[in-house]
Nanobody, 122 residues
């Protein structure tokens, strides 16, 4: 069992930056692929970024490529999402997830956090 707790969300002006963190419980954090997804009201959960077990492979949605950076610290059981040049369309609840496959498909992830709200004002 893995429990995930996100933090770092908030209100920021367009062009600003935020750094999200996702802290995981358990001693097997390095066994999981970690992903970030975002969800807007009335819409399906959308892939944002993922990072492989050791951190040597990352992938991003086209909409965030070049602006967001995912990283992880296996010693701290934490995955991060650095978000720069934020746009109003980035406004959503950001949720981290843990899974055993390198995939952008939400239903292939086994564990989910509660999410943290990111609001970007214009």
């Amino acid at each position: 069992q893995v429990q995930l707790v996100e933090s770092g969300g908030g209100l920021v002006q367009a062009g600003g930056s935020l750094r999200l963190s996702c802290a995981a419980s358990g001693r097997t954090f390095s066994s999981y692929v970690m992903g970030w997804f975002r969800q807007e009201p009335g819409k399906e959960r959308a892939f944002v970024a993922l990072i492989s077990w050791s951190g040597d492979y990352t992938a991003y949605a086209n909409s965030v490529k070049g602006r967001f950076t995912i990283s992880r610290d296996n010693a701290k059981n934490t995955v991060y999402l650095q978000m720069n040049s934020l746009k109003p369309e980035d406004t959503a609840v950001y949720v981290c997830a843990a899974g055993t496959r390198v995939t952008i498909t939400p239903h292939n992830y086994d564990y989910w956090g509660q999410g943290t709200q990111v609001t970007v004002s214009s």
